[in-house]
Each structure stands twice: as C-alpha cells, then as structure tokens.
C-alpha cells in the first residue's frame, strides 16, 4: 500500500479554518485519497475522499495538488466537535478494498 | 445514511473463555466486512477481511485460530476471540462498504473487550 505521511498534531481555534495537510509521494495512478476521522472511544467516520479534482461535502474541502503528491483537507469552521484523529488513506475503489490506517494527525480545537 | 451496527458495545470476560462480536449492515449489503484491533493510543490495525461465504484473509501476524470470523451472510460478520488473554483487551472495530455503492466506508462503534 502507497504510504502517507501526516504532521503528528495540529491546534486550532473554534470557528477558524484548519488545514490539515498529508503526502502521499507514492501514490499510484489508481489510488483515491480518503479521511477519516475518529472521535474518541468511537469508529472511524468517513469524511470526504478524491482522485484528481477538489471535492466539497457538507463536512469538509479537499484539494489535492496537481502532481498528486499531496492533499489538504479543509474545515471551514472548526467547532469543539471536530477535535478527532484524523487519517489520510489511499485505496483504490471497490467495495472489498482494504483502509489501511497509518497513525493519523491529531487535532485540537481551543475555545 | 449507511448504518453499521457492531454488539456488544463493551464486554467483560475471564481468561480462557470466548467472546463473540456481531458486526451487521443495517440497510445494505456487503460480501466484504473488515476486521480491525485498536489499543490505546495506537493506531487502527487490520486484523481480517471477512468474506461472505468464504473463508475470513488474515494479515500476517493474526493467528486465524484465535479470531474466529464467520461471514453467514450479506449482512453479517462475525467475530470470535477464542481462550481470550488479557493481552487480548483491546478496541476492536468491523467495516463494510455497500455492496453496490460508493467508495465510502461504514464503521461500527467498536466493542471494547477486557479480560481479566
């Protein structure tokens, strides 16, 4: 599995945009590029995933650089709810296509 | 939304006995369901990928005759800890994704095991 790489921990103010960035100098021509996110003592939920273009959902934006080499995923407005674990994944599509979760970066939202 | 429902959510057992996880697909099918082992303050790790009537993949490490997976149906998973060992406590978390949808996949809430 193409290997990601995420900063450990981020902080970030309530009701202020947070970047959460991750590489991926690996991927595959094949590979989407997955978040997830997991609160505590819960399962992973999913957030948002993309193969080449940006992508917006109710939750979150995600940009992936032209080379693909990298990603950025994009709160608008973090609230106390979005303090998680968030995990940057490539996987091909396909319903029996493992995750593979790395160690994820940990994100802190101040009051 | 999709809804994958995992039971128990948290179970106490003594060492030497077995333990059994149901993990379910609410409102969808799906002939492939995950297997993943969490402890505190670590990462999720795959343990297996149960396949409906077939037999469960294991990752390399996993010792097939101690986590029992049965996949009866396209909407069932099931997980057993056999002789579980406190080495044994740990998050343990079933994924699916729908048969015949998208890429996204569901999660159940985890079920926290403790042996004691």
Redesign the interface.
């Known amino acids: 599995d193409a290997k990601t790489t995420q900063p450990n921990s981020m902080e970030s103010n309530e009701e202020e945009p947070v970047h959460l960035p991750c590489n991926h100098s690996t991927i595959s021509g094949t590979d989407?590029i997955?978040w997830?996110r997991?609160l505590p003592?819960?399962?992973?939920?999913?957030v948002i995933?993309g193969l080449t273009s940006n992508v917006n959902n109710r939750m979150a934006s995600l940009a992936i650089a032209e080379d693909r080499k990298s990603s950025t995923l994009i709160l608008h407005r973090a609230t106390l709810r979005d303090a998680a674990v968030y995990?940057c994944i490539l996987c091909w599509?396909g319903?029996?296509?493992?995750?593979?979760?790395?160690?994820?970066i940990t994100l802190s939202v101040r009051p | 939304g999709a809804v994958v429902s995992q039971h128990p959510s948290r179970v106490i057992c003594k060492s030497g006995t077995s333990v059994k996880i149901e993990c379910r697909s609410l409102d969808f099918q799906a002939t492939t369901m995950f297997w993943y082992r969490q402890f505190p303050k670590q990462s999720l790790m795959l343990m297996a990928t149960s396949n409906e009537g077939s037999k469960a993949t294991y990752e390399q490490g996993v010792e097939k005759d101690k986590f029992l997976i049965n996949h009866a149906s396209l909407t069932l998973s099931t997980l057993t800890v056999t002789s579980a060992h406190p080495e044994d406590s740990s998050f343990y978390i079933c994924s699916a994704r729908d048969l015949w949808g998208g890429t996204e996949a569901f999660f159940g809430q985890g079920t926290r095991l403790t042996v004691v």
């Not at chain 1, 003592?41 to 999913?46: D, F, I, M, N, R």
């Not at chain 1, 319903?95 to 994820?104: C, D, I, Q, V, Y």
Request: net charge positive; aromatic share 22%; hydrophobic share 15%.
């Open positions: 989407y997955h997830y997991q003592s819960q399962g992973p939920e999913y995933h995990y599509t319903a029996n296509s493992k995750l593979t979760f790395g160690k994820g």
